[in-house]
Structure formats: structure tokens, C-alpha cells
């Protein structure tokens, strides 16, 4: 057996919405090695969507394990991989038991909408009763909105985790015991997955990273801790929240598997990660991710943008413990690549998500069909939770190739929504939209997406910008290839392979004929579960 070479890699670990991988690169960012599991979906009810935390865990350690195999099979040893960065899904909420370190319940996904009442208490209490902004002094109505915006970025939403551990802890008496009782820990995705990875139960830590924990409704955006108002107004304990940490440090290190005593330096929420691994580390700098949903971040820099158009503020990344944090504006779409799936597995249209491309390209035009894919309500610019999917237009001439091609322009459409308002919220306009995500490998759907935006559509050779991400940080916790992701030029040889460009070429008129015809779809849709307001 010839002798395994000794290199230097960084790992990265993407726990994503339907499936995790674990990507192995080098310093240039080429892929070395790598092995993706997709993990069971559960739909119990209309609106809701689970996931198993410890079917996570195990597909997550699995891929970790084949990917390493893969590295020694092109002939490198497994200790060539020296850190390892998480990039997670956001806002999918996990519980689970301080005493034996099992999940309380299946974790609540981000695009579950079954807190819709509970969101609806939330916006009733604030109305009423107002949240304390300081010691006896309450702000109601408007003013608490905006108070709880100023301090989270945030709106109350079905969307964010703090709704949803709400949910848990009113709906399941073992999630409620274990909070009354202090047996209770709280924790996004990558909470969960470094507490196992570095020894669950036994000596496991409990931390989150910033950029997660401001998906929460929990965290002060301006100071980066817990906020004790917060954690009144939601009704819960303080000790049951994970100790915040930076995008960037050694948090701790693997406990077991091919990779034990490697450190795990990186942390980030997915849509965060993909902004990191664009490269898009400066102010005025933006790119869109297209995967389950779809999710637009444009960078600001070190000043918090309040919104006065539906985005949300939220922290890019904390480049180390005590850094200075980068903030971003955000535009989150609930439905994109979800769409398409549910074309192939509810409707049976397709029968893989590629086919899509080809199907929505025998047809020139949709035929005058509208698709509002509000799934799960309505989020950026719109942010109506009782909004419902909509298919309008429909004829005796619309063919399964008219909605597939009215799916793909729903996710240009809204698109298009997020930047209209971002333009009025930066005052500055794009000329160009760097993307990525798993939508993008279709030519078809950049090319329908540069005509309904009217914009440059600029996809990089190398997509898996998620994952980079956590990988440039976790390489910068320890100064892997000189890398500092507080300083952009160390990451100038980092991912410069070619990109390519799609350019608008619909009339101007057309453009604006879809539009307006988009915007009275969304009107329909709006407030059809009624049920939301009571």
C-alpha cells in the first residue's frame, strides 16, 4: 500500500434544509473531496415541516467519515484536514435534555408555519401590552414594533426561532417540564450538531454563533448578548440559551470519528456563509442564494440599516471573539428550489428538479400564468403570514410546461421585490447579482431571472459558496494559508475561477407588463388564512 501524502485542507460541514455534506478544500478552494446524504422531511400537518435532530447528526457524521474516506482513496491521510467550519440551515429550532442530551421533540423547520397564532399573540401582547425598553418604561402599538425591530433587526414572525421554542414549550408538556425544571437546552442547527460532535452528553458544548442567534428574536443586534427584555417578553429562562461565540474562533474539538482532536475554528448560518464564501466581505456588496428559498444579503458594512421596506438587519459575520461584527440587510423568500421539489414529488410534473430547465424551455412564455409560492406565508418585502400559494392564470391551454416555467419566474419576481426594496433602503441600485445555489446550475432559470429583474446575473464557476464560507473561517480561527477574513486581500487566491454572466434581453415594456401583473398575483394571495388575525 503506497504512503498517504500529507497535505493542508479545511472542512466544511453544510447542514442544509434537505440534505448536509461535508466538502474537503485546499487553499485555492478546489474540491478535494466530498459526500452529501439528503436526511427524511416530515410533513404531520398542513403547514408544518420537521426534521429529526439525531437523523441530522448521524447523516452529518456520515458524510464527515465518507468524505475522509474519499481524501485517502485519492491518496491523502485524513490528518491533512486541520480545522473544519458548520454552516447550518437558520432558524430551525432544536430542544433537547440538559441530564441525557436527547432531543425533547423533532426540531420545528424554518419554514414551518404552524406559529401562526402564536406570532399573532406576540403582535397582540406588543400592541397591548408593550415590551419594557427600560426599567417600568413600555412601549405599545407602533412604537413597540419599532422598539423590537431596533433591538433584534427583526419582526415577529412564524420565520424566527423564538416563535417557534414558544411553540414548543406551550404545545408539548415534556418541552414545558424540562424548561420548568431547568433540563432545558436551546439551540439552532449548529448548536446541536458541534454539542454532539464534540462529546454530547458527555462534556459536549453549548454554544451559538452570532449570525444564528440573530435569527432568534432573542439577541440585541447592537451589543451581540442576550437580552434580558427579550427573554421577559417571550417568557423564557435565560439558562436554557447557548453561550454566544463569534463566526470565527476555536470553539472546541471533534470527540470521535476519522477527524477526533481536529478543531472545529468556524461557525455561520448558511445564507451568511454563502456571503462569506462570495467574497462579498465590504459594504455595497451582495449576492443571492437559490436553494429551498431564496435569500439576498447585501453587505453594510459596520452600521445596522434599519429598514423602511420590509428587509430585515442582521449580523454578516463576527470576524473573532470581541470583533468589531460586519451587519447586512436581508431579504429572505420562503419558496425557490421548495417549489420545484414540490413539482417533483407532490405534483409528479418532473421526476428529478434538472428536469425543470427543460421543461419550462419547450414554452416561450408562461401562457399568462402567475405562480405566488407562499407555501408558508409571505416573507421579504411582504411579510403577510396568512398569505397561501396561488396559481392564477390558468386555461384550457396551461400545460405542465407553463407552470414550470411560471415556478421559475416566481422566484425572479420576488427576487426582483427584495431588490426594489433594498434599492430604496441602500440607495444604491445593483447593476449586477452574484448567485448561487443548487437553482443556478439551470441556464434556463438565470436566464428568466436576468429578463424579469433587468439586472446582470453573475454565477461563479464554483457554487458551493455555502460551504466556503465556513471553510474561510475556520481556516482564519487558525491562520490556515494566511488567511484573515478581516482582511479580504489574504482570500485574493481563494476561489478565482471564472464566472459567467447572464444578461437581460427583454424589452423593457414586457418587463414592466409582468411586473405589474406579478404584484396584483401577490394582492390575491394576501390574508386568505384568516384565522391568522383572530
Same mark, same amino acid.
Given at each position: 500500500?503506497?504512503t498517504?501524502?500529507?497535505?493542508?485542507?479545511?472542512?466544511?460541514?453544510?447542514?442544509?434544509?434537505?440534505?448536509?455534506?461535508f466538502?474537503?478544500?485546499?487553499?485555492?478552494?478546489?474540491?478535494v473531496?466530498?459526500?452529501?446524504?439528503?436526511?427524511?422531511?416530515?410533513y404531520?400537518n398542513?403547514?408544518?415541516?420537521?426534521?429529526?435532530?439525531?437523523?441530522?447528526?448521524?447523516?452529518?457524521e456520515?458524510?464527515?467519515?465518507q468524505?475522509?474516506?474519499?481524501l485517502e482513496?485519492?491518496?491523502?491521510a485524513?490528518?491533512?484536514?486541520k480545522?473544519?467550519?458548520?454552516?447550518?440551515q437558520?432558524?430551525t429550532?432544536?430542544?433537547?435534555?440538559?441530564?441525557?442530551?436527547k432531543?425533547?421533540?423533532?426540531?420545528?423547520?424554518?419554514?414551518?408555519?404552524?406559529?401562526?397564532n402564536?406570532?399573532?399573540?406576540?403582535?397582540?401582547?406588543?400592541a397591548?401590552?408593550?415590551i419594557?425598553?427600560?426599567p417600568g418604561?413600555?412601549?405599545?402599538?407602533?412604537?413597540? /414594533?419599532?422598539?423590537? !425591530?431596533?433591538i433584534? @433587526?427583526l419582526?415577529?414572525? $412564524?420565520?424566527?426561532? +423564538?416563535?417557534? *421554542?414558544r411553540?414548543?414549550i406551550?404545545?408539548?408538556?415534556?418541552?414545558q417540564?424540562?424548561?420548568?425544571?431547568?433540563d432545558?437546552?436551546?439551540?439552532?442547527i449548529?448548536?446541536?450538531?458541534v454539542?454532539?460532535?464534540?462529546?454530547?452528553v458527555?462534556?459536549?458544548?453549548?454554544?451559538g454563533?452570532?449570525t444564528?442567534?440573530s435569527?432568534?428574536?432573542?439577541?440585541?443586534?447592537?451589543?451581540?448578548?442576550?437580552?434580558?427584555?427579550?427573554?421577559?417578553f417571550f417568557?423564557?429562562?435565560?439558562?436554557?440559551l447557548?453561550?454566544?461565540v463569534?463566526?470565527?474562533?476555536?470553539?472546541g474539538?471533534?470527540?470521535h470519528?476519522?477527524?477526533?482532536?481536529?478543531p472545529?475554528?468556524?461557525?455561520?448560518?448558511?445564507?451568511?456563509?454563502?456571503? /462569506?464564501?462570495?467574497? !462579498?466581505?465590504?459594504q @455595497?456588496?451582495?449576492?443571492? $442564494?437559490y436553494?429551498? +428559498?431564496?435569500? *439576498?444579503?447585501?453587505?453594510t458594512?459596520k452600521?445596522i440599516v434599519?429598514?423602511?421596506?420590509g428587509?430585515?438587519?442582521?449580523?454578516?459575520?463576527?470576524?473573532g471573539?470581541?470583533a468589531?461584527?460586519?451587519?447586512?440587510?436581508e431579504?429572505s423568500i420562503g419558496v425557490?428550489?421548495?417549489?420545484?421539489?414540490?413539482l417533483?414529488?407532490?405534483?409528479g410534473?418532473?421526476?428529478?428538479?434538472?428536469?425543470?430547465?427543460?421543461?419550462?424551455?419547450?414554452?416561450?412564455?408562461?401562457?399568462?400564468v402567475?405562480?405566488?409560492?407562499?407555501?408558508s406565508?409571505?416573507?421579504a418585502?411582504?411579510?403577510?403570514?396568512?398569505?397561501?400559494?396561488?396559481?392564477?392564470g390558468l386555461?384550457?391551454?396551461?400545460?405542465?410546461?407553463?407552470?414550470?416555467r411560471?415556478?421559475?419566474?416566481?422566484?425572479?419576481f420576488?427576487t426582483?421585490?427584495?431588490?426594489?426594496?433594498?434599492k430604496?433602503d441602500?440607495?444604491t441600485?445593483l447593476?449586477h447579482?452574484?448567485?448561487d445555489?443548487?437553482?443556478?446550475?439551470?441556464?434556463?432559470?438565470?436566464?428568466?431571472l436576468a429578463?424579469i429583474g433587468?439586472?446582470d446575473?453573475?454565477?461563479?464557476?464554483?457554487r458551493e459558496?455555502?460551504?466556503?464560507?465556513s471553510?474561510?473561517?475556520a481556516?482564519?480561527a487558525i491562520?490556515?494559508f494566511?488567511?484573515?477574513?478581516s482582511?479580504?486581500?489574504?482570500l485574493?487566491e481563494?476561489?478565482t475561477?471564472?464566472?459567467?454572466t447572464?444578461?437581460?434581453?427583454m424589452?423593457?415594456?414586457?418587463?414592466?407588463?409582468?411586473?405589474?401583473?406579478?404584484?396584483?398575483?401577490v394582492?390575491?394571495?394576501?390574508?386568505?388564512d384568516?384565522?391568522?388575525?383572530?
Amino acid at each position: 500500500m503506497s504512503t498517504l501524502k500529507q497535505g493542508e485542507f479545511v472542512g466544511s460541514l453544510d447542514c442544509g434544509t434537505t440534505s448536509v455534506r461535508f466538502i474537503v478544500f485546499d487553499q485555492y478552494a478546489n474540491i478535494v473531496s466530498q459526500h452529501q446524504l439528503e436526511f427524511p422531511q416530515y410533513y404531520p400537518n398542513p403547514g408544518w415541516h420537521e426534521h429529526d435532530p439525531e437523523e441530522i447528526q448521524e447523516i452529518s457524521e456520515q458524510c464527515i467519515t465518507q468524505a475522509c474516506a474519499k481524501l485517502e482513496e485519492a491518496g491523502w491521510a485524513k490528518e491533512s484536514v486541520k480545522v473544519i467550519g458548520i454552516t447550518n440551515q437558520r432558524e430551525t429550532t432544536v430542544v433537547w435534555s440538559r441530564t441525557t442530551g436527547k432531543p425533547l421533540c423533532k426540531a420545528i423547520v424554518w419554514t414551518d408555519s404552524r406559529t401562526k397564532n402564536t406570532a399573532a399573540h406576540f403582535e397582540h401582547l406588543l400592541a397591548t401590552t408593550g415590551i419594557e425598553v427600560e426599567p417600568g418604561q413600555f412601549k405599545t402599538g407602533e412604537e413597540g /414594533v419599532e422598539a423590537l !425591530c431596533d433591538i433584534t @433587526g427583526l419582526k415577529l414572525s $412564524t420565520y424566527f426561532s +423564538g416563535i417557534k *421554542l414558544r411553540w414548543m414549550i406551550d404545545n408539548y408538556s415534556e418541552v414545558q417540564k424540562a424548561h420548568d425544571e431547568d433540563d432545558l437546552l436551546f439551540g439552532t442547527i449548529e448548536s446541536w450538531v458541534v454539542y454532539n460532535l464534540t462529546g454530547g452528553v458527555q462534556g459536549g458544548i453549548h454554544v451559538g454563533e452570532v449570525t444564528n442567534a440573530s435569527r432568534t428574536l432573542l439577541l440585541n443586534l447592537h451589543k451581540l448578548t442576550w437580552d434580558e427584555r427579550l427573554l421577559t417578553f417571550f417568557g423564557f429562562r435565560r439558562s436554557i440559551l447557548p453561550k454566544l461565540v463569534s463566526s470565527s474562533e476555536v470553539y472546541g474539538h471533534l470527540s470521535h470519528g476519522p477527524l477526533r482532536g481536529v478543531p472545529i475554528g468556524g461557525l455561520i448560518g448558511d445564507q451568511q456563509g454563502a456571503l /462569506v464564501g462570495n467574497k !462579498c466581505l465590504r459594504q @455595497g456588496e451582495a449576492k443571492c $442564494t437559490y436553494g429551498t +428559498g431564496a435569500f *439576498l444579503l447585501f453587505c453594510t458594512g459596520k452600521d445596522i440599516v434599519n429598514s423602511s421596506h420590509g428587509l430585515l438587519s442582521t449580523v454578516a459575520y463576527q470576524p473573532g471573539p470581541g470583533a468589531v461584527p460586519v451587519y447586512a440587510l436581508e431579504g429572505s423568500i420562503g419558496v425557490a428550489g421548495g417549489a420545484i421539489k414540490w413539482l417533483r414529488d407532490s405534483m409528479g410534473f418532473i421526476k428529478s428538479a434538472s428536469e425543470i430547465n427543460t421543461l419550462a424551455a419547450s414554452v416561450p412564455d408562461t401562457g399568462g400564468v402567475y405562480f405566488v409560492t407562499a407555501f408558508s406565508g409571505l416573507l421579504a418585502p411582504y411579510w403577510d403570514p396568512g398569505a397561501a400559494g396561488l396559481l392564477i392564470g390558468l386555461s384550457s391551454y396551461t400545460t405542465p410546461a407553463h407552470i414550470a416555467r411560471a415556478t421559475m419566474e416566481a422566484t425572479a419576481f420576488q427576487t426582483r421585490a427584495v431588490l426594489e426594496s433594498m434599492k430604496l433602503d441602500s440607495r444604491t441600485k445593483l447593476e449586477h447579482l452574484k448567485v448561487d445555489g443548487g437553482m443556478t446550475n439551470g441556464d434556463v432559470c438565470m436566464e428568466i431571472l436576468a429578463d424579469i429583474g433587468g439586472f446582470d446575473v453573475v454565477r461563479p464557476d464554483m457554487r458551493e459558496s455555502t460551504a466556503l464560507g465556513s471553510a474561510l473561517l475556520a481556516g482564519s480561527a487558525i491562520r490556515l494559508f494566511g488567511w484573515d477574513i478581516s482582511k479580504p486581500a489574504t482570500l485574493a487566491e481563494v476561489n478565482t475561477k471564472g464566472s459567467r454572466t447572464f444578461n437581460p434581453h427583454m424589452p423593457e415594456e414586457d418587463r414592466e407588463k409582468g411586473w405589474t401583473a406579478w404584484l396584483r398575483a401577490v394582492e390575491r394571495s394576501k390574508g386568505w388564512d384568516e384565522g391568522v388575525y383572530e
